[in-house]
């Protein structure tokens, strides 16, 4: 009895793990917070994209949430954009940083390497650590994949952090 016993739970068990969270309409409790962590994600994207300082309370919000789940390194890296959008403190912002290019995110990797090469944020270069995070990122999927290209990267991350142009409703009316 034991046996068929072993036998039933392995089989049940199996069929639990073959619901993936990726399977849409699968009501998976896994699917449901992937799914919110993708709208956290995308939602504050959104809000700092838009260049409106006051949307960045929220976009703070979704991004901590987003943050518990985050294994990529994504939630850190917007994390960091919008700290230095806000007047970085820019140790908070490097250790972000740090810990998003550690979970291999790209564009984290490249903002470091911007970091230390310009310097951005810091009064000094640091060639050595600037190199190093180059040729971290020369390590990284993405870039064996050939996309984003390094040089892309960068023009990504110079655009999140460069000031974000004036909204349309902020720009005064032309002159009649």
Same mark, same amino acid.
């Given at each position: %009895?034991?046996?068929? %016993?072993?036998?039933?739970?392995a089989?049940? !068990?199996?069929?639990?793990?073959? *619901? &993936? ?15 919110? *962590?993708?709208n956290?994600?995308?939602? =504050?994207?959104?809000?700092? /994209? &838009?260049?409106?300082?006051? #949307?960045?309370?929220l976009?703070?919000?979704? !991004?901590d949430r ?5 294994? +990529? ?6 994390? =960091?954009v !919008? %700290? ?5 403190e820019?140790?908070?912002?490097? =250790?972000l940083? $740090?810990?998003a290019?550690?979970?291999g *995110?790209? *564009?984290?990797t ?5 970091v230390? =090469? $310009?310097?951005?944020?810091?009064? +000094?270069?640091d ?8 040729? /971290?990122?020369? #390590?990284?999927?993405?870039?064996? &994949?050939?996309?984003? &290209? ?7 991350? #110079?655009? !999140?952090?460069?000031?974000?142009? /004036? +909204? /349309?409703?902020a720009?005064? $009316?032309?002159?009649?």
């Amino acid at each position: %009895m034991g046996k068929w %016993m072993a036998i039933g739970m392995a089989l049940a !068990l199996a069929g639990c793990a073959s *619901h &993936s969270c990726d399977e849409p309409l699968s009501g998976s409790p896994c699917r449901e917070e992937r799914l919110l *962590h993708q709208n956290d994600m995308l939602q =504050a994207k959104l809000l700092l /994209a &838009s260049g409106d300082p006051e #949307n960045y309370e929220l976009a703070k919000a979704l !991004l901590d949430r987003a943050a518990t789940q985050d294994t +990529t390194g994504e939630a850190e890296f917007y994390q =960091a954009v !919008l %700290m230095i959008r806000q007047g970085p403190e820019v140790d908070e912002v490097l =250790a972000l940083l $740090e810990r998003a290019a550690g979970k291999g *995110h790209p *564009h984290a990797t490249a903002l470091l390497y911007k970091v230390y =090469a $310009e310097p951005y944020l810091l009064s +000094t270069a640091d060639p050595r650590k600037a190199n190093a995070y180059r040729a /971290a990122y020369a #390590n990284l999927d993405v870039a064996k &994949s050939g996309y984003p &290209s390094f040089e892309q990267a960068l023009k990504v991350v #110079n655009a !999140l952090v460069t000031e974000p142009p /004036a +909204t /349309a409703a902020a720009q005064p $009316e032309p002159a009649q």
